[in-house]
């Protein structure tokens, strides 16, 4: 069955400090993977996505994310947060229909940046 | 554009009341999604139509009732709902096929049962 695991719920990181949200998955073919992010009372913002090739993608806001298949793993990193990151990430997989994906969502991690 | 719009914002209505939420998209994808957002966790999905046509309900009572009526327009019809139906109501599309496609999400409707 296809699951997603955010071990975090909350996480606080300094402004100007590294981040790493960890996500991991469980899904029996190769997955299609994304990170959203949500500002408070907001729709989710697409981050980034894999689905095949370079195991390192880029996203927008200086995001990027590793997809490591021997740890079921699609951790999303940034080298410097800055206090508008504050917000809750959520991490999905998407299972494959035949005109669209179903996502599976990850239960969230909440980030604070601190000052 | 990328965007999907949801109308209206807040939503306020009593166990009575019949209401609809509205969803639009214009970019051209023919898979549109509702989920039901409860504060501080995961988006959970309700409904998928694709091509105009319901493909996945995920047993939502009766008191829901989803509507495509064309291919940029989405709607969710709601009657005799319960306080615990409070939510914030998302909206989501992505382009047809098996692909990497990502789910555009809309803004939300902030719904308030009273």
């Known amino acids: 069955a296809q699951s997603v695991t955010q071990p975090d719920i909350h996480i606080t990181v300094s402004e100007g400090a590294s981040l790493e949200l960890r996500c991991n998955y469980s899904y029996g073919a190769t997955p299609y993977l994304f990170w959203y992010v949500q500002s408070p009372g907001q729709g989710l913002q697409l981050l980034l996505k894999y689905f095949s090739g370079d195991t390192l993608v880029q996203g927008i806001k200086g995001f990027e994310a590793e997809f490591k298949r021997s740890q079921s793993s699609f951790n999303l990193r940034k080298p410097s947060v800055h206090w508008s990151d504050a917000a809750e990430y959520f991490c999905?997989?998407?299972?494959?229909?035949?005109?669209?994906?179903?996502?599976?969502f990850g239960s969230g991690t909440k980030l604070n940046v601190k000052p | 554009d990328t965007e999907v719009t949801q109308t209206p914002k807040h939503l306020v209505m009593g166990m009575t009341n019949k209401k609809s939420l509205k969803c639009e998209q214009h970019?051209?994808?023919?898979?549109m999604y509702w989920y039901k957002q409860k504060a501080k966790k995961p988006p959970e999905l309700m409904f998928v139509?694709?091509?105009?046509?319901?493909?996945i309900n995920e047993s939502v009572p009766s008191r829901f009732s989803p509507e495509c009526p064309n291919s940029s327009l989405l709607n969710l019809h709601l009657h005799a709902l319960q306080p615990e139906d409070s939510a914030l109501y998302l909206c989501a599309s992505s382009q047809e096929g098996t692909g990497n496609y990502e789910q555009y999400f809309g803004p939300g409707t902030r719904l308030t049962v009273t």
């Open positions: 139509y694709s091509y105009e046509k319901l493909s």
């Open positions: 999905a997989v998407g299972a494959h229909f035949s005109n669209f994906n179903k996502f599976y």
């Open positions: 970019m051209g994808h023919r898979a």
